[in-house]
């Protein structure tokens, strides 16, 4: 299973974040042994954030920094899988990063696009987390029809958004920078193919857990389809 083998390097190269800088997270009182254990929602009331789309976007940040400390203490016995783990991290938040910047660009701007990507964060740990408890037992190394049909539908789906994404022109040419689209492509391309480059062509739990967030997207596939 990839995610648990002792050998090689990444042979892919971490692109740096595009477009969307990190939040800058408001300082709160809610422990993160709490937050681990309570909903985006209830930390988010903990923690006292108000309902600015800058205070929603610092809650989910905050939050998604609280579950990642506690995968990291978890896996403190299991290093190499922890460092995979974390260069997984930043190739999800960097995807997310890179889809906004595209969706931003082939809309005219907008502001949603950008409060999207930090408040993705915590999904990100959810897949993370599942990583970790699959790569970790015995149940990770399952393989079985579902799981092989899982990874191809999430490669045919990226493969799809790719092909489209390449393909796509704009209605109206006054605000697009084509130069700007292009990056973003190429960041959005060579980032998935990292991914998948650390996930391995193991068809089983393990590496179908973390195909998924490539089989979906934040905004791509909505605007992809309403211009269809």
């Given at each position: 299973?990839?995610?648990?083998?002792?050998?090689?390097?990444?042979?892919?190269?971490?692109?740096?974040?595009?477009?969307?800088?990190?939040?800058?997270?408001?300082?709160?009182?809610?422990?993160?042994?709490?937050?681990?254990?309570i909903s985006l929602y209830t930390?988010?009331?903990?923690g006292n954030y108000d309902d600015?789309?800058?205070?929603?976007?610092?809650?989910?940040?905050?939050?998604?920094?609280?579950?990642?400390?506690?995968?990291?203490?978890?896996?403190?016995?299991?290093?190499?899988?922890?460092?995979?783990?974390?260069?997984?991290?930043?190739?999800?938040?960097?995807?997310?990063?890179?889809?906004?910047?595209?969706?931003?660009?082939?809309?005219?701007?907008?502001?949603?696009?950008?409060?999207?990507?930090?408040?993705?964060?915590?999904?990100?740990?959810?897949?993370?987390?599942?990583?970790?408890?699959?790569?970790?037992?015995?149940?990770?190394?399952?393989?079985?029809?579902?799981?092989?049909?899982?990874?191809?539908?999430?490669?045919?789906?990226?493969?799809?958004?790719?092909?489209?994404?390449?393909?796509?022109?704009?209605?109206?040419?006054?605000?697009?920078?084509?130069?700007?689209?292009?990056?973003?492509?190429?960041?959005?391309?060579?980032?998935?193919?990292?991914?998948?480059?650390?996930?391995?062509?193991?068809?089983?739990?393990?590496?179908?857990?973390?195909?998924?967030?490539?089989?979906?997207?934040?905004?791509?596939?909505?605007?992809?389809?309403?211009?269809?």
């Open positions: 299973m990839a995610l648990t083998s002792r050998g090689g390097r990444f042979g892919a190269a971490l692109m740096v974040l595009v477009a969307f800088s990190p939040v800058h997270a408001q300082s709160f009182s809610v422990p993160c042994t709490l937050a681990e254990k930390f988010g009331l903990q600015s789309e800058a205070g929603q976007d610092a809650a989910a940040y905050d939050y998604s920094q609280c579950l990642a400390a506690g995968l990291s203490r978890d896996l403190l016995k299991m290093p190499q899988l922890s460092a995979r783990l974390v260069t997984l991290r930043k190739l999800y938040r960097q995807l997310n990063a890179a889809d906004g910047q595209l969706a931003s660009v082939m809309e005219g701007g907008g502001t949603m696009y950008a409060h999207g990507v930090p408040r993705s964060y915590p999904e990100v740990e959810t897949t993370l987390r599942t990583l970790a408890a699959l790569a970790g037992s015995k149940y990770g190394a399952a393989t079985g029809p579902q799981f092989t049909a899982s990874i191809r539908g999430s490669r045919q789906a990226l493969s799809a958004r790719l092909s489209l994404l390449e393909g796509w022109t704009p209605s109206e040419k006054n605000s697009f920078d084509p130069a700007v689209y292009k990056s973003a492509l190429k960041t959005y391309k060579d980032t998935a193919a990292a991914i998948m480059k650390l996930l391995g062509d193991h068809n089983d739990a393990a590496t179908a857990a973390g195909y998924v967030p490539l089989g979906g997207s934040l905004f791509l596939d909505d605007i992809l389809n309403n211009n269809d």
